[in-house]
Structure formats: C-alpha cells, structure tokens
Antibody, heavy 121, light 107 residues
Framework: QLQLQETGPGLVKPSETLSLTCIVSGGSISRSSRYWGWIRQPPGKGLEWVGSIYSSGSTYYNPSLKSRVTISVDTSKNQFSLKLSSVTAADAAVYYC?????????????WGQGTLVTVSS | DIQMTQSPSSLSASVGDRVTIICRASQSISAYLNWYQQKPGKAPVLLIYAASTLQSGVPSRFSGSGSETDFTLTISSLQPEDFASYYCQQSFISPPTFGQGTKVELK
C-alpha cells in the first residue's frame, strides 16, 4: 500500500521559494507507471491541481503556475519535490502530495496527509 | 480550463436520507470524472472514478452516474460518517480541475 508524507517548512516569506518534499513508501517511484503530483487547498477553499511528474520524468504543470513551478524526482531516495518561486499570500495553502495511475480517468487514489504552508514575513 | 460546477454548495440532511450531488462540466468530458470525499483536517479520499466505478473499499451506498457534461453522486442512505465535503474532478483536459465542493451537514 503506497504511503506518502510531505515534509518542508511551514512558513515561507513573500517573494521566496516554497520547497516541499514527498517521501514515498510501499512502492517504487521509478518502477511504477504512475503520476506523482501536488494539489493545494487554501484554508476554507477548494482544491487546485499544481502539477505532476510521470515515472518517466515528464512534467505537467498548471498553466496558472507554470512559470513558477518545478517538480522533480529523486529516485535514489524514492521521493519527489515541489518548488514554487516568488510566493505571495495567495500561495498559502495546505499542500498535498498525491499519486494517480494511468487508468482511464486518472483517479487520485493515494494522498499524503497534507502540510500547511503560511506565507508571511 | 474546464470549469466544474457543483450544486448545491451545501445541504442539510438526516441519517438515512438519500442525497444527490450534481456536477456539471463547462464542456464535454466523456466519463473522465472522479468524486472525492473530504473530512475536516484530512486529505480527500477517492470514492468513484470514471464517473461510475466504485473505488475498492468504498461502501456500496455511494454511486455515480452521468457522462459528457452532467454527473451525479448519490448516497443512498446517509450514514453518520458521510457528513463531509464532496468534490468532483475532471481529467479530460489538462489541467485537471475540481468543483468547488458540496458540504453535507447534519440537519
């Protein structure tokens, strides 16, 4: 059973870069035909897909964030990471790492518990 | 981006009630539609994928239907553990987008 756990700072200053890592256990990132990605949820609001990376290394980003987002994989540590640059208060949210298979509707079937990121000086 | 609109945004219901949530897409998405349940402070949980396929381990009182632009999530007999928020999500065209959510509250 796949398990995902987000790690990273809970507080980021405006204009700086948000960096989060998702540690994966119960399966290999590199040996699975899966997408590994990030979804965020501002407090009290809905869900927004940030982006994902396929096990082959191909990346997919939300166009609304594309110029600021980088998702990468470290297969040696079985983890993947999110970097979001030039953050503002609008980027404050709970960030979930998640994974979905290549099945028909790409259902997101495993989620991390989420980590709250606050943007403040 | 494809816009997903859920209705209602919230509803009040009693244990044992039949509950239906509607999700409409701004363009046809075939059956590329998933439903999630989210409880306060927790990550979403996949309930239904491909519009009508029940995820393994999800109780059979949950069901989904629809295609193209109109979809429904039905809870046949609401249980205490079902009071939560529900989100639809399309994956037909990137970026995947979610509905704004429907909060099911105790009447």
């Amino acid at each position: 059973q796949l398990q995902l756990q987000e790690t990273g700072p809970g507080l980021v200053k405006p204009s700086e870069t948000l960096s989060l890592t998702c540690i994966v256990s119960g399966g290999s990132i590199s040996r699975s035909s899966r997408y590994w990605g990030w979804i965020r949820q501002p407090p009290g609001k809905g869900l927004e897909w940030v982006g994902s990376i396929y096990s082959s290394g191909s990346t997919y980003y939300n166009p609304s964030l594309k110029s600021r987002v980088t998702i990468s994989v470290d297969t040696s540590k079985n983890q993947f990471s999110l970097k979001l640059s030039s953050v503002t208060a609008a980027d404050a949210a709970v960030y979930y790492c998640a994974t979905y298979s290549g099945d028909y509707s790409l259902p997101i079937d495993h989620w991390g518990q989420g980590t709250l990121v606050t943007v403040s000086s | 981006d494809i816009q997903m609109t859920q209705s209602p945004s919230s509803l009040s219901a009693s244990v044992g009630d039949r509950v239906t949530i509607i999700c409409r897409a701004s363009q046809s998405i075939s059956a590329y539609l998933n439903w999630y349940q989210q409880k306060p402070g927790k990550a979403p949980v996949l309930l239904i994928y491909a519009a009508s396929t029940l995820q393994s381990g999800v109780p059979s009182r949950f069901s989904g239907s629809g295609s193209e632009t109109d979809f429904t999530l039905t809870i046949s007999s609401l249980q205490p553990e079902d009071f939560a928020s529900y989100y639809c999500q399309q994956s037909f065209i990137s970026p995947p987008t979610f509905g704004q959510g429907t909060k099911v509250e105790l009447k």
